[in-house]
């Protein structure tokens, strides 16, 4: 699934993975918004900001501020539960995440005019940056 955002936006995307057919219908549809759709939250405040994110496996989770002008985020998921907690603040940040295995965490934070290209690839990782 692939998501874009530009301008001011508060949006939460759930897109639901398949489930066996031998669950009941309510049941089924349950488990998947529950347990299996990967999400994304993106909030933009300012102008001139971009947001990329594509999610492919299930259960990821990108959470997605940015604040000022002329950002840009992009951030691909690869695999199963996996989350991703980004915020830029100010103007003229840039980060490009790949994030790729199974139950990884990263985190990153940053404030000011700086950029940087990030991948975290394995399984059960975690990763907090703080760029000024």
Do not use: W
């Not at 301008?7 to 489930?19: D, F, I, K, N, T």
């Not at 939250?41 to 990108?62: C, F, K, P, R, T």
């Not at 539960?81 to 790729?100: F, M, P, S, T, W």
Request: aromatic letters at 4%.
């Amino acid at each position: 699934m692939l998501t874009t955002a530009k301008g001011c936006l508060l949006a939460a995307l759930l897109v639901s993975a398949s489930v066996s057919a031998e669950l009941s219908l309510p049941l089924a549809s349950l488990l998947e918004r529950q347990q299996l759709a990967n999400q994304a939250v993106l909030q933009q405040n300012g102008s001139l900001n971009d947001i990329l994110v594509e999610q492919l496996g299930q259960g990821n989770v990108a959470l997605l501020q940015q604040a000022g002008y002329l950002n840009q985020l992009a951030l691909r998921q690869i695999g199963i539960g996996n989350r991703a907690e980004i915020e830029q603040v100010g103007v003229y940040n840039q980060v490009d995440v790949l994030q790729q295995g199974d139950f990884n965490l990263i985190q990153i934070q940053q404030l000011g005019g700086s950029g940087f290209s990030i991948q975290q690839i394995g399984n059960n990782a975690e990763l907090s940056v703080v760029q000024y």
